[in-house]
């Protein structure tokens, strides 16, 4: 029974993961001919780059990025105003 109950919560927990997850634009270049690879840009989260030598390497530089910086500035915004409130916003 309890590999039953290990399936439930892998599953529990890859449903939680996927939603939460967000969706951005990623803007991917080309590096300079003579040194190669990829560097990008997130439109949604300004100051947000990555770069790799594979377009994959690059794309996982840049999700970092972003995720550290979404949550940074979400604890900046709560040590400034420990009473502000959080809200979701819809834009279509």
Same mark, same amino acid.
């Given at each position: 029974?309890?590999?039953?109950w290990? %399936?439930w919560l892998?599953?529990? &927990?890859?449903?939680? =993961?996927?939603a &939460?997850?967000?969706?951005?634009?990623?803007?991917?270049? =080309?590096?300079?001919?003579?040194e190669?690879?990829?560097w990008a840009t997130?439109?949604?989260?300004?100051?947000?780059?990555? =770069?790799?030598? &594979?377009?994959?390497?690059?794309?996982?530089n840049?999700?970092?990025?972003? =995720?550290?910086?979404?949550?940074?500035?979400r604890?900046? %915004?709560?040590?400034l105003?420990?009473?502000?409130?959080?809200?979701?916003l819809v834009v %279509?």
């Open positions: 029974m309890l590999v039953g290990k %399936a892998e599953i529990k &927990s890859e449903i939680v =993961q996927t &939460s997850m967000k969706h951005f634009t990623a803007i991917i270049h =080309q590096g300079e001919p003579d190669g690879g990829f997130c439109l949604e989260v300004p100051g947000a780059n990555g =770069q790799g030598e &594979s377009k994959d390497e690059c794309l996982r840049l999700g970092e990025a972003v =995720q550290l910086l979404l949550e940074t500035g604890e900046e %915004a709560f040590r105003d420990p009473k502000a409130e959080t809200a979701e %279509a």
